[in-house]
């Protein structure tokens, strides 16, 4: 910096001329230009920071505070009963954990009962291929009758944990929340609708006790408005973010009734597009309304030995009980005969509050971005500050950093798995803030680096135009494909475009430039800034592609203002022209060096140790037939514990049709002296050309599950029944062409009905049960401190199968 510029460059005037975008021509003086800079920037960080520090969660409250209000102190005594040990369904420990949650409702002077019954899988009745999977399940129903009831609100949690971890969070703190919510809920006068409460069983399992609620409790019958509470970590906000479908009605009472509301619809889109469900899955159908909600920050100990109650936040567990305890009040007051809107909405969180505006305006304002933002290129280009190739090259170019951000956070990531390949068996990682931070950091250094590079070439206004086309366009798109996200490029783009036209118009000597730019910019970091914080955890560091993406499109609504950080656009000559690229080289290279170092910080401090180990997967199978064990391991890359059980790759689906078809590590192991689960012939007729076998299929220990297949070389099934109920008999890849897993199996056994059209003089029929727990197992050795569980459904399983040839 230093000499004001000289007026002509590459044959371009500078005076109006292109490459001098509108906040630049009051500030050719360096030193303004610089404090305009730094009055941008305190002013956008002041947005930012108010926008994040309005996703904080609440203090929890005190034991002793008022009856009618939620208190997590009070919540958290739960969760350490419920909590206490894994509690999988259909064991002792999930026994206690039902009685203490019937007691704590009874004690309400609720009406309470437990549902017993055999249920299958959310949606299986439609008819899943592969087999049914069912379970015995006993949901807790308690009910606080209305005084006028237009419908029923119903208050959903699952109390049963998985089979790795005792569920301190999940879902202990959904559990918990709601009975101190109940307990909220009889202190007051009593509301005008029936509140249902619903505390599942066999939600890990199959989602079997909500399908069982859903499908077959009386009180679910009319249906109602489901309110589901989870968590798939240890803290962060509450997010409200799966709804059913046409929920403008139900957004606008969680806007305004839920005291922390935290929720986008862009989130809804997402959640559509995972492979994850919760127990509100079982109730998405004709009869039920509602909204699903979860705290989903610290993902790295979900469905691990880590998920304890000292693990939770407890200031999540006040923001849950908040929330469910507002809407609870605000549903038990509405009249619930009309919830249903002709639309869903487009919702989104700022400070203070939830914006919300219904679905049918969400393609008008996309093209309404796209008009505003040709208005602005038009101006532009009428007003000098670009030619038309100009906007054109922008335009182009502006799509390399949208497209490299992601690309180059996605290879950060595999750099970081390939030091520390523990990760790969992570939801996210232990201290994930630094490398957060790091792609962040590697989006801010790709974005300044390309407009250092640019700028020069193409002009400041122009690279802008062309951001904002971008964002536009990508806002019509979205409209049509995910409208739910939408607004996310939609609202910048529109707001950014209205920016830049007032700059335009407004007196180049004056403030005013500056101030539309830098208000345009802020409103996309009150947009976009809680999506780049919610994107890392809802999607894990092994996605931070996504936040990288939408944190570079906040940053071309910004292009304006990062533009005071460079030199005056134009022609500097010589020995200035290098100054200024140094200087603008300056961003970059900072950003640069940030992301190198927060890397760095992350790998140093999120060690794998005690506290924080390295999570591995193994099983243990046994042939009782053959005597032939094996460990298995779902690990792709076995890490160096796992190493010393499994060599090969191997697939069990001929053995263990039970454990799938994915392709396993595998390694010998001895065989442990355990039965398998006896299979009983209860009844054996023929007519007409079929065969009904009517068995009962028995585990000999305790066990999790058990399964039984019929290889369908040997005869072809047409009908079958579980305990009673059809189940659908669409066949599933392999030997083994029908299937049935049973959770929860009672300790008198399951009966199974089998309608065959046999092919072969024997049917051959494979029954398998599984345990958890591999330390009495022969050959075992216990992990070392920081060696962990992988959280999964089929971590430290022991399964026992046999051939039974009738
Ligand atoms: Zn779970």
Redesign the pocket.
């Known amino acids: 910096m230093g000499a004001p510029p000289t007026p002509v460059t590459a044959g371009v005037p500078l005076r109006p001329g292109p490459g001098v975008p509108p906040a630049d021509r009051a500030l050719t003086r360096p030193r303004r230009r610089l404090l305009a800079a730094a009055a941008a920037l305190v002013a956008l960080a002041a947005v930012g920071a108010g926008s994040l520090l309005d996703l904080r969660t609440p203090a929890p409250r005190p034991a002793d505070a008022p009856a009618g209000e939620f208190s997590a102190t009070r919540a958290y005594e739960d969760v350490q009963v419920i909590a206490a040990r894994s509690h999988v369904a259909g064991s002792p420990a999930n026994d206690q954990v039902r009685a203490h949650v019937e007691q704590q409702l009874r004690g309400l002077g609720l009406e309470t009962e437990v549902q017993d019954t055999v249920a299958p899988e959310a949606g299986q009745l439609s008819g899943a291929a592969g087999g049914a999977t069912l379970a015995r399940v006993r949901n807790v129903v308690a009910r606080l009758p209305g005084t006028d009831p237009t419908g029923r609100v119903f208050l959903v949690a699952?109390y049963d944990?998985?089979q790795t971890g005792p569920?301190g969070n999940?879902?202990a703190a959904g559990t918990s929340a709601i009975l101190e919510v109940a307990r909220a809920l009889t202190t007051g006068p009593r509301p005008r609708n029936d509140i249902v409460f619903v505390l599942t069983d066999a939600?890990?399992a199959c989602l079997c006790g909500a399908a069982a609620f859903a499908a077959s409790h009386p009180l679910a019958a009319d249906g109602g408005v489901v309110l589901n509470l989870?968590?798939?970590g240890s803290t962060g906000p509450v997010i409200m973010f799966e709804t059913s479908k046409n929920n403008a009605k139900l957004v606008d009472v969680f806007g305004r009734a839920a005291p922390h509301p935290v929720g986008t619809s862009f989130a809804v889109e997402i959640y559509r597009a995972l492979p994850n469900d919760?127990d509100f899955t079982a109730f998405l159908d004709q009869k039920f309304v509602g909204l699903n909600s979860a705290y989903i920050d610290g993902g790295a100990i979900?469905?691990t030995p880590l998920d304890t109650p000292a693990a939770m936040d407890r200031s999540s567990l006040q923001q849950h009980g908040d929330n469910a305890l507002g809407l609870a009040r605000e549903f038990g007051r509405t009249d619930l005969t009309d919830l249903r809107s002709g639309y869903d909405a487009t919702y989104f969180p700022v400070p203070r509050g939830l914006v919300r505006y219904p679905g049918w305006l969400v393609l008008p304002l996309a093209l309404l971005a796209v008009l505003a933002v040709a208005a602005l290129g038009w101006l532009t280009r009428r007003s000098g500050r670009a030619s038309t190739g100009q906007l054109a090259a922008g335009f182009g170019l502006a799509l390399g950093p949208i497209v490299a951000a992601p690309v180059a956070a996605q290879l950060l990531w595999l750099a970081i798995t390939a030091i520390r390949p523990g990760y790969a068996e992570l939801l996210d990682p232990y201290r994930p803030i630094w490398y957060r931070m790091a792609v962040l950091a590697l989006a801010a250094a790709i974005l300044f680096t390309w407009y250092a590079l640019v700028r020069r070439r193409i002009g400041p206004a122009a690279l802008a135009v062309g951001g904002l086309a971008w964002l536009a366009l990508l806002g019509v798109l979205l409209a049509v494909a995910v409208p739910g996200g939408a607004y996310l490029t939609t609202l910048p783009a529109l707001a950014g475009a209205l920016g830049g036209l007032v700059a335009l118009r407004t007196r180049q000597t004056g403030p005013w430039p500056v101030v539309a730019v830098t208000a345009a910019a802020a409103a996309g970091v009150v947009i976009l800034l809680p999506t780049v914080v919610l994107l890392f955890p809802a999607l894990g560091m092994a996605m931070g592609g996504v936040a990288a993406l939408v944190a570079v499109l906040l940053g071309l609504t910004a292009l304006p203002v990062v533009d005071l950080l460079h030199p005056q656009a134009g022609g500097q000559r010589g020995l200035v022209a290098l100054r200024a690229r140094r200087l603008a080289a300056l961003p970059a290279g900072a950003a640069a060096l940030a992301a190198v170092v927060l890397a760095g910080v992350g790998l140093a401090v999120d060690r794998f140790d005690a506290a924080h180990p390295a999570p591995t997967h193994l099983m243990y199978a046994l042939d009782a037939g053959t005597g032939q064990a094996r460990w298995l391991s779902h690990e792709t890359d076995p890490q160096p514990w796992t190493d010393g059980y499994v060599d090969g790759v191997a697939s069990v689906a001929d053995d263990f049709p039970g454990l799938g078809d994915a392709e396993l590590r595998a390694g010998p192991a001895q065989a442990a002296n355990l039965p398998a689960p006896k299979l009983d012939v209860l009844a054996d007729t023929s007519a007409g050309g079929e065969r009904t076998l009517r068995l009962r299929l028995t585990p000999q220990r305790a066990v999790r599950l058990a399964t039984l297949h019929v290889d369908t070389a040997t005869a072809t099934v047409v009908r079958a029944e579980v305990a009673g109920r059809p189940v659908p008999v669409e066949p599933r890849a392999g030997r083994w062409g029908f299937g049935l897993v049973f959770h929860a199996p009672p300790p008198e056994g399951v009966e199974v009905t089998l309608t065959l059209r046999p092919i072969a003089a024997q049917v051959a029929l494979r029954a398998m049960d599984a345990s958890d727990g591999l330390d009495a197992l022969p050959g075992f050795r216990p992990r070392p401190p920081a060696v962990g569980v992988v959280g999964s459904h089929s971590s430290e399983m022991l399964a026992v199968a046999r051939t039974y040839p009738l």
């Open positions: 699952h944990s998985v569920g999940d879902d939600e890990e989870e968590a798939r919760t979900y469905h």
